[in-house]
């Protein structure tokens, strides 16, 4: 069993920054890619980025590229998305996943293996 737990959410004002955290345990963390999503109001979830299991590859949405940074640390088993400019928009409950192998991407959330409760990140003034 697979246990991933997020946190770093809060209230940020637009242009601000935060930093998640998703702590995993239960497996082998250093790997399988992992994976970070999100889901506002009434919309489905959505793919923000992933990172390779030595974190030599990440990807990111065309929505947050250039202002969000997935980085890990396979020593401490947690996973980290870096947000920067935050908008309004960015407003939603972030998920952090498990891939099914160490190179494993694809932007479908139903297709990666185990996932957080989510935090909640609001972007307003």
């Known amino acids: 069993q697979v246990q991933l737990v997020e946190s770093g959410g809060g209230l940020v004002q637009p242009g601000g920054s935060l930093r998640l955290s998703c702590a995993a345990s239960?497996?082998?963390?250093?790997?399988?890619?992992m994976g970070w999503f999100r889901q506002a109001p009434g919309k489905e979830r959505e793919f923000v980025g992933s990172?390779?299991?030595?974190?030599?590859?990440?990807r990111y949405a065309d929505s947050v590229k250039g202002r969000f940074t997935i980085s890990r640390d396979n020593a401490k088993n947690t996973v980290n998305l870096q947000m920067n400019s935050l908008k309004p928009e960015d407003t939603a409950v972030y998920y952090c996943?498990?891939?099914?192998?160490?190179?494993?991407?694809?932007?479908?959330?139903?297709?990666?293996?185990?996932w957080g409760q989510g935090t909640q990140v609001t972007v307003s003034s």
């Open positions: 239960g497996r082998t963390f250093s790997s399988y890619a």
């Open positions: 990172i390779s299991y030595i974190g030599s590859i990440t």
């Open positions: 996943a498990t891939g099914r192998s160490g190179y494993y991407y694809t932007p479908s959330p139903g297709n990666w293996d185990y």
